[in-house]
């Protein structure tokens, strides 16, 4: 009996938790905003989520914001030869009825310039996320330790990156 309520507590928080990270506004569906843990006093990060599209017509993202940095811009990382490139995009396409996750080391992710304190694994913080269509979206974007997921977004990638 307590093995079987354990379960369904423990069954009950995992649904929470993930139906905690899910985001709809209008045809988008937003999940798993994350952001990378900062070591000492790095002072840039990035962000990672994934956006479905279920909607006819596309959208955008053309916009994020945060209390918790000075600076919050979109960028795309691409591998050109040997070479990998990072630059800052206006926008992020959202073609109809697909699916764009942002992940660590590869295409689009949001960058965290100027963070007004460190970024520290289990924490959470908000952040705005404003789309064409769809317009300005809140978000809760969890902080994880950036060692368990590779190396790109921890900010020294992006310590020398200028605008």
Known sequence: MIKR?????????????????????GSLVIEHAHARATVGSMPNSAA??????KGKSDDALISASTTIADR????????????????SVESVELKAETSLA???????????????????????FPMT???????????SV?????????NHGSGNAHEEHKH
Do not use: Y
């Open 142 to 150: 969890e902080v994880m330790d950036f060692t368990a997921h590779g």
């Open 48 to 53: 990672f989520l994934q956006v479905s599209n």
């Open 102 to 124: 942002m992940k660590p080391g590869q295409g689009p992710h949001i960058m965290l310039f100027g963070l007004k304190k460190p970024l520290k694994a289990g924490e959470k």
């Open 129 to 139: 996320l404003t789309f064409r269509k769809a317009g300005a979206v809140n978000v």
């Open 5 to 25: 309520l354990a379960f369904s507590f423990f069954t009950l928080l995992m649904m929470v938790n993930v139906k905690a990270h899910t985001v709809k506004a």
């Open 72 to 87: 919050v811009e979109l960028h795309t990382m691409s591998m050109e030869g040997d070479v990998m490139k990072m630059r």
